[in-house]
């Protein structure tokens, strides 16, 4: 499974230690799924139950998942340890994640012989 370094700008911090070196991985169909069960949740709509998905919650629950480590400490982290990163190093983790997820993509199309298209315009 690939998985990507980084370094976090602000980091984490853990006691008095600031973690800055983090490891991100590929998603796994179970990641995915379980991001997708956490973000559920049943609401009345007039009167009548519903269930619904929060995309922010499905991305929060998806990338906490995928996050390995953040210094010294392995994940996968609680919804708090994530929310205490700054909004750089989240956006770090995500572009690290969305890279991973591309070059997956683009694996698996040429192993099947296929090459990515470009979008049109």
């Known amino acids: ?11 984490l911090t853990i006691g008095e230690t600031v973690h800055r070196e983090a490891e991100i991985r590929e998603a796994t169909a179970g990641d995915v799924l379980d991001a997708m069960a956490e973000a559920e949740r ?12 929060s995309p922010a919650r499905m991305a929060l629950a998806l990338l906490r998942r995928r996050i390995v480590r953040i210094g010294s400490f392995e994940g996968p982290f609680t919804p708090e340890i994530v929310k205490k990163l700054s909004a750089a190093d989240l956006e770090a983790l995500q572009h690290a994640s969305a ?23």
Not at 42 to 53: A, C, K, Y
């Open 1 to 11: 499974m690939a998985t990507v370094t980084l370094t976090l700008r602000d980091g």
């Open 42 to 53: 049943v609401v009345l709509v007039e009167g009548n139950p519903e269930l619904l998905q």
């Open 99 to 121: 890279a991973l997820d591309t070059a997956s993509l683009k694996e698996a199309l040429s192993t099947a012989g296929k090459t990515p298209s470009a979008p049109a315009e």
